[in-house]
């Protein structure tokens, strides 16, 4: 016992320094010095947010669309998830790669890909205007609180395919029919074997998508405009607009703890229920598409997935590809031409400007700190996962899950200000360092790694590892021959989530960047908040060329699965 | 064991020695005398500043110094940082304070005074901080901005003037930012404080309102989704008196004339400064001025425009022509003093937000 007790601290050591070093140590250091600027006294702030008819306004808001958007994920995402994972059909690995796209889209330019679409001169506004002629745009999308639930649903959807899918499709299917052979209906099945079977992935995807929701800033801030405000749109006000640093440290506590009692419930939750499973491999578990409802299903899903998760980036795409001047004028009968010009015009250093970059380098960029974000969250993410798959009930381990998903659940503004102070001087000065940025976005993928491998992990029966042993496997052999067959699908789970949300992270990379390095997103923003057509059309050409790069990184890594590695 | 390593690392560093003799020496002095490593300093900026190579290049060469750049995020963000770095300093120079800012960053003790002798070259209207602890770099006139087809469409005037804005015929045809999230949206606020007066401002909000105003959080939305220039259904926009000519630089086909244009009626543009400073503490004071005298020289005041969308403070500094043409120079800009925004900023903010979004 004491053994093992010892064998979970080595396993926690890496991951626990870290958080202590880059989240704790900066987050602290933010968090007392804002409350130390407090004249009132260091319970005056919380006394006030508390107190605050506003505060509680937003606060209500904030969990109130966070529980709707996890539930209209879900509602989209559990089919979806069965499809995947059930089913076997042609161009379904390119599905999952587009589906996974709008993971890695800055906010901003998701917001000119859902007005292009959707705004008030949008495509189908604009459409639908000729056709009835109508003398104003019907649909007001921009600025909604439809636009937000559309939006989270948009980014978030792919978290419950992958998770959910990918555990779904090592469930053995026997097990339902057994129930069918005995008498259960369709319902009854799902309701009474499958879903039970399925809750540790479903939670732990719904409580990822939940504090994605909870913690949302761009989306609030971009689609649904100055009449709402989550927590965290009301923290970097307090902060950058007001310099009202301790009223935001009590907000961004206030934000932590609502985090961390998600993630205790979910633990609780998630405690009950995880159960070694034996997993099956996916050629028993799949099948194909035979009778028409299989067929009808199937097709509404992908038509259905295409159009909320796709539809936006295509309309983005289309707009890059057009000259820009015939759009603005829908009564005109000006059609607007196709054009590369946006796209030759990102290669020309016109202005020769010292941080002028070619989309190229910029996307460089990206994949370079995607690449270490991707090798830092999984060797950290590895051990705390192994560490929490092997006995979950050790006091240890009860303590340090949920803190693990504290980093997901934090003020970005605050965050980005404890680095400042805490890691800017000797021993440990970072303040122009290129690992800063990986860094800041391990801390965000490493509890989607330890997420997409726990239940995985879980699931490893420990006979088989007993009697692998028994039969005279090395330690490294049981590895290799059981654990990685078993958790090599997790791992590459793990280490898309990892890629892309590296790839798409604006916020911190915008407050810790080398100007002369900017990433892809950070370079759209630059051509985005600038005037002139040109500026403009390179911001939406740079993003396409974005999106490609994500969809082609992320079908690498559907074909990476080596057969015996990622199969079993 | 030890002669090996001895021997690496000996022929290692006559192999650097060989090669660092070889590359060209990059004064023309006599080649015995290595040129000395050049000395570092460090510049913290905002997130919108640029610069051009050559130009940088020339401050380089000439002074001997290697810059490096830090890019701290938006004006209220850089900001908050140097506040907070306030004693241990993250760079000696800190560039992108504004008018809108600048008593945060004075109240909490950032900056190093400093008299520049270009100083003497700048206008005084620009020098907002009488100790020289910040001083002006730019500017750019925070105006609404039109589409100039729409109105010629319609043989409709185009609005002159604030007030024109609670007509009838311009119900439902602005869009602006919201002041909390935005800046062009903070200062076009200031605008109606500063025309209308504190007793005033609100009454011209509720009217707007009236007149079906839209509101949004940021530039990019206003300006790019609901602007109708850009695909949205409005034709008036809060931007800066700039926009027009940058429209016209960076349009896809030459055009004769600015697709739009800003409106520059008496009070209905404010006027947004950037500071240069010294930070306190600064560990390298003497590079540090070198660089601000630099940043004030017509060389550097040049380059601004192009690269970074705002205008010199250095009249000596000449502009391109398209500016001379189509830049709107606004009648009488509206004024807060920076004390007076410090202090009044969040009743506000929270002011307009009670007429406007409630």
């Not at chain 1, 994920?73 to 499809?83: D, I, Q």
């Not at chain 2, 400093?114 to 925070?142: K, M």
Request: glycine share 6%; with cysteine; charged share 15%.
């Amino acid at each position: 016992m004491r053994n093992k007790h010892n064998v979970h601290l080595l396993l926690w050591l890496a991951p626990l320094a870290f958080l202590a070093v880059f989240y704790f140590y900066p987050l602290g250091s933010i968090l007392s010095l804002s409350l130390s600027r407090s004249e009132a006294g260091i319970l005056a702030p919380f006394v006030e947010a508390v107190a605050s008819d506003s505060v509680r306004r937003v606060i209500d808001f904030t969990i109130w669309q966070a529980l709707l958007s996890t539930l209209l994920t879900l509602l989209l995402g559990l089919p979806g998830a069965y499809l995947l994972a059930r089913y076997d059909f042609r161009g379904k690995g390119l599905l999952r790669a587009l589906t996974g796209v709008p993971f890695v889209m800055p906010t901003l330019v998701v917001a000119a890909g859902f007005s292009a679409l959707l705004g008030s001169h949008g495509w189908i506004n604009v459409a639908l205007m000729r056709l009835f002629d109508l003398p104003n745009p019907p649909i007001q999308f921009l600025n909604t609180l439809a636009a937000i639930l559309v939006a989270h649903v948009f980014y978030n959807t792919t978290i419950v395919l992958r998770m959910v899918g990918d555990f779904w499709s090592h469930l053995d299917p026997r097990l339902g029919k057994a129930a069918q052979t005995l008498g259960a209906n369709r319902w009854q099945v799902l309701h009474k074997v499958t879903l039970p079977l399925l809750s540790p992935a479903i939670y732990a995807a719904a409580l990822l998508v939940f504090i994605f929701d909870f913690t949302s800033f761009g989306v609030i801030l971009v689609l649904g405009g100055p009449h709402f405000a989550t927590l965290e749109v009301e923290i970097y006000y307090q902060t950058i607009s007001l310099f009202d640093l301790p009223l935001a440290a009590a907000l961004s506590a206030l934000q932590l703890s609502c985090t961390l009692g998600m993630t205790i419930l979910y633990a609780r939750l998630s405690g009950k229920i995880s159960l070694p499973l034996k997993l099956q491999s996916r050629k028993h578990t799949q099948g194909r598409l035979i009778t028409w409802r299989q067929r009808l299903f199937a097709l509404g899903m992908v038509a259905l997935l295409l159009i909320i998760l796709t539809t936006p980036l295509l309309a983005l795409a289309g707009r890059s590809l057009t000259t820009l001047g015939g759009i603005d004028s829908p009564e005109g009968s000006i059609a607007p031409g196709l054009t590369l010009a946006f796209y030759r015009e990102l290669g020309i250093n016109r202005q020769e400007s010292l941080f002028y970059v070619t989309p190229l380098s910029a996307i460089g960029v990206s994949l370079t700190y995607a690449s270490a974000t991707v090798i830092l969250a999984l060797i950290l993410g590895l051990p705390a996962a192994w560490a929490l798959s092997t006995d979950r009930k050790s006091p240890l381990n009860r303590i340090l899950d949920p803190l693990l998903m504290l980093p997901l659940g934090t003020s970005a503004v605050t965050l980005g200000l404890g680095f400042i102070i805490a890691l800017a001087h000797p021993p440990l000065d970072l303040r122009a360092s290129p690992l800063l940025i990986p860094i800041a976005h391990t801390l965000v993928a490493f509890p989607f790694v330890v997420r997409s491998l726990t239940p995985a992990m879980q699931s490893i029966q420990p006979r088989l590892r007993h009697a692998a042993t028994v039969l005279g496997a090395s330690p490294r052999q049981v590895i290799r021959h059981v654990d990685l067959p078993i958790v090599g699908r997790a791992l590459l789970v793990a280490a898309t989530f990892a890629f892309t949300i590296s790839i798409g992270e604006f916020g911190a990379t915008s407050l810790l960047s080398r100007p002369e390095f900017p990433t892809a997103p950070v370079a759209i923003y630059r051509l985005l908040s600038r005037p002139g057509a040109m500026n403009y059309g390179q911001a939406l050409a740079l993003s396409t060329i974005l999106m490609a790069f994500a969809a082609v990184g992320m079908l690498a890594i559907e074909r990476f699965r080596i057969a015996e590695v990622g199969e079993f | 064991m030890y002669p090996k390593i001895i021997f690496h690392i000996t022929f290692y560093a006559l192999l650097f020695t060989a090669l660092a003799a070889c590359t060209p020496p990059t004064t023309p002095e006599p080649v015995e005398v290595a040129p000395a490593a050049p000395q570092k300093l460090t510049v913290m900026t905002h997130d919108s500043f640029a610069i051009s190579e050559d130009v940088l290049a020339s401050f380089q060469q000439e002074y001997n110094i290697e810059v490096q750049f830090l890019e701290a995020g938006d004006t209220g963000s850089a900001v908050n940082k140097a506040a907070l770095a306030k004693g241990k300093p993250l760079a000696d120079v800190f560039y992108g304070v504004d008018n809108t800012f600048l008593s945060r960053a004075l109240d909490e003790g950032i900056f190093e005074a400093y008299q520049s002798p270009l100083l003497a070259e700048i206008p005084d209207d620009f020098e907002l901080d009488p100790q020289h602890r910040a001083l002006p770099v730019d500017y750019g006139d925070v105006c609404l901005n039109y589409e100039v087809a729409y109105f010629q469409e319609r043989n409709l005037a185009p609005p002159k003037n604030l007030e024109d804005l609670l007509k009838p015929e311009y119900a439902g045809l602005l869009v602006v930012e919201n002041p909390a999230t935005s800046s062009p949206g903070l200062a076009f606020l200031f605008a109606t404080i500063g025309y209308f007066g504190e007793a005033g401002y609100l009454d011209f909000w509720q009217g707007l309102v009236e007149n079906d105003v839209e509101v949004v959080n940021d530039w990019e939305t206003a300006y790019y989704t609901e602007f109708s220039q850009w695909g949205g259904a409005r034709p008036i926009v809060v931007s800066y008196g700039s926009s027009p000519p940058f429209e016209m630089i960076f349009a896809e086909q030459p055009l004769d004339e600015p697709p739009t244009a800003a409106v520059t009626g008496a009070g209905s543009c404010f006027r947004q400064i950037e500071f240069v400073g010294i930070l306190a503490g600064a560990p390298n004071r003497a590079l540090a001025e070198k660089w601000v005298d630099y940043m004030l020289s017509p060389t550097f005041q040049e380059d601004i425009p192009l690269q970074m969308y705002v205008f010199p403070v250095n009249p000596n500094a000449e502009l391109d022509e398209t500016f001379e043409k189509y830049l709107a120079i606004p009648e009488k800009p509206a004024f807060l003093t920076p004390a007076d925004i410090a202090a009044r900023r969040e009743q506000w903010i929270k002011d307009w937000t009670e007429t406007v979004l409630r």
